[in-house]
């Protein structure tokens, strides 16, 4: 038995992570690099954990920050093993929104292909599940979790009634 849905342990990164992802600053390129390289690998952010919250108040049990295929280095932050359904939230900076999405100019490219990096990494993250029978959910850090979770919910739901059938 997972001893608890969620840790509160890293609790204290959510003032550091919360933001960073839209102030560039253009003046301290490779320590502000440095920074956003250990943002882009930090677990439990804010987002996920409001994401989380939500989810097990609405009575679904998950698994956290676990690949979804064996061998995989695929880690999802959110996992419903049972019904093959594996949730990523993304960073609107990392992963480029549409909405928040930015492009800084100090070190133009090098952003220009961490981003594209990502987003390849991650239609290709997607494509490798489902070709695994997953359903994959991709939320963006700047998604109300309410929403986020409720659109979650149902597609569990949906799947719990297919296997049922
Ligand atoms: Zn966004």
Redesign the pocket.
């Known amino acids: 038995m997972d001893s608890s849905p969620y840790s509160f342990q890293r609790i204290d990164s959510m003032n550091k992570s919360s933001n960073s992802s839209q102030n560039v600053n253009p003046s301290a390129s490779s320590k502000a690099a440095r920074n956003r390289m250990k943002a882009a690998r930090r677990r439990d952010t804010a987002p996920e954990m409001a994401l989380r919250a939500a989810l097990h108040r609405r009575g679904l049990r998950y698994r956290v920050d676990v690949s979804p295929i064996k061998g995989l280095r695929r880690r999802a932050d959110v996992v419903f093993r049972t019904v093959k359904v594996a949730v990523y939230v993304d960073g609107?900076f990392w992963h480029g929104?549409p909405?928040?999405?930015t492009w800084p100019k100090a070190n133009a490219e090098f952003w220009r292909q961490k981003i594209e990096h990502n987003k390849k990494r991650d239609a290709d993250t997607n494509r490798l599940l489902k070709e695994a029978g997953w359903e994959v959910v991709r939320v963006?850090?700047?998604e109300d979790p309410e929403d986020a979770a409720e659109r979650i919910s149902n597609i569990i739901r949906s799947k719990h009634d297919q296997k049922t059938v």
Do not use: A
């Open positions: 609107c929104c909405i928040h999405g963006w850090e700047h």
